[in-house]
């Protein structure tokens, strides 16, 4: 990893910085005598290599912010693994959730070509269902949607101000009705 272009970025990202350079260049020297390090013990826990990478500016980033706010750290090198061993641990975890999509699985999902009879048949049923909504009486629309949404009977019966027996004749009716047309 010594070729690690965005690790020179970092480094001049804390040298550009006018206020704290002390501080500034102790964190800048210790992030280039131990990244490589912080890199592989990452590698080492299982981080894919661009995981490791962003991990280590991570712990480095907030290494400085630490130092910045006064906090006295007695063994940099020390911390920097602490911090680095608990961050690439919740990065795994992530990482873990976040498996390549498996080209196989994709070949299963796809739906087999259905035969221009069958798909032709199927909006036919469908537009068959919707003429049957259309038919419905608009309250027992209302109530069909609504309980569509989840609401129960008293819940809509409050909502469109008719009782909760109501609702359940209104539901029946329309339940009846689409039965029938799906059965035709």
């Known amino acids: 990893m010594s070729s690690y272009s965005a690790g020179e970025s970092f480094v001049g990202m804390l040298r550009q910085e006018k206020t704290g350079d002390a501080l ?12 490589d390090d912080v890199y592989r013990y990452l590698l080492t826990l299982g981080l894919h290599p661009p995981a490791a990478q962003e991990a280590v500016q991570e712990v480095f980033l907030r290494l ?50 259905e035969d221009p009879e069958r798909s032709l048949l199927e909006r036919e049923r469908l537009r068959r269902f919707h003429h049957a909504v259309e038919g419905l009486s608009q309250q027992q629309q209302r109530c069909l949607f609504l309980r569509l949404e989840g609401l129960r009977y008293p819940e809509i019966g409050s909502a469109l101000g008719i009782s909760a027996s109501a609702v359940g004749e209104f539901l029946r009716r329309a339940v009846t009705r689409l039965r029938k047309v799906r059965d035709e």
């Not at 500034?24 to 990244?35: D, G, I, K, M, Y």
């Not at 061993?85 to 999509?101: D, I, S």
Request: charge should be positive; hydrophobic fraction near 40%; aromatic fraction near 10%.
């Open 24 to 35: 500034q260049n102790r964190v800048a020297q210790l992030f280039e005598e131990s990244r």
């Open 64 to 113: 400085y912010a630490t130092l910045k706010k006064g906090e006295n750290i007695e063994s940099p090198r020390g911390w920097i693994f602490r911090v680095a061993h608990n961050y690439g641990l919740k990065v795994r975890a992530r990482q873990a959730t976040e498996a390549p999509f498996d080209a196989d699985l994709e070949g299963r999902l796809v739906a087999p070509a």
